[in-house]
């Protein structure tokens, strides 16, 4: 593949590193000359000193045959000039957005960015995993951000403890797919009955929490709570 | 009307002042309140210091269903951004943006971001003053055509406190680039 990164910060000197060990054609842009010279001394020739926010230094790097534009830099604003350049004006196919305010997640997917990339969202997400709570635990977006991926631990109190998957009155549209027991995952059968303890992995659309709440966790939702 | 500027640089301050005088409601964002010192003393509108490129901080500060939303920050993509978040999210219908890179500002005019261009504008300032003719190129680009430069359906977060509605996108959508 062709992948353009724009941002030569931490995340886009180790991204542009592992796509070129992985095999792929890369070019990297960062706008401070002194900043690309540093790295084009450590990585080779890769490296354009341009503002890839200007639609000539995309064009340079080649935007017009590139299969991905991920637009890694510090800056929402420039992150989102990036990409929707790369979309309107050499229409790739693909475009990566890393965006620092979890905020301006869904403008950007709503302004045309094919794929959102949080940081502060993953490591709250992480944060969020290490506390016990018997709450539905969001793991990603799916689909466009219609669909998300749901992890959810059965304790006790759970109505799904001791019954098998079919008999579970899962809300419209969502599928039960597989279950963790003694940190093994496996895939969920009609057949499989659920223990307390379990975590069960459901996909489903956004806004079937509130009815997967009833089936999985078994308590009323509280007020305000995720 | 009601007029939301962001960035009191020499420009905005100067805008937010005559707006002002001439009876409006003004509200100027800007991320240094040092910068509210370019202001008169008899400016009535409100100062507020906060990021224009934060859809909170707009809401806050009060800019949703503002009737303009004029972007004059140094750069251009905080501008353009701005100019999105309102258009998009607060409701505005007449943004205008300041871009200064003359590519971008055709390319956001194409997306349906008005923009205004200081490079243009001052080039054939100074060549009227010399007697030449113009650059030919327009300084202003009406934001035309379509809404969006690709047709996503956009859908209001679940969890996020925003009211019913505001983030609801007007005006007709197409695919076409």
Redesign the interface.
Known sequence: MFIIVVGGGKVGYYLTRELIEAGHEVVLLEKTRARAITISDEIGSVVLARDG????ALAEAGANRADVVAAVTG????N??IC??A???F?VKRTIARVN?P??E??F????VDEIISPTRMILGSIEQDIPVHELLHLADLG???LELIEALLAEGSPAIGKASADLPMPEGCTLFAYIRADRAQPVRAETVFREGDKVIVIGP??C?DALHGTLIGTEVEAGA? | MRAVIVGCGRVGAALADALDRAGHRVLILDTSTAAFDRLPASFRGEAVRGDGTDEDTLRRAGATGADLFVALTEGDNRNVMASQIARESLGVASVLSKVNDPMRALAYAEMGIATINRTTLMADAILEFAGLPGSGRPAVHAGRGHDHPIDVPFAPAPVAATPAGSLAVSGPKTGER
């Open positions: 926010s200007e639609g000539s800056d929402d604003e420039d989102l000039v929707q350049m979309k309107h004006h229409a305010n905020k301006n869904l403008l997917r709503h302004l045309g466009g951000g219609d956004r806004d929490e995720v």
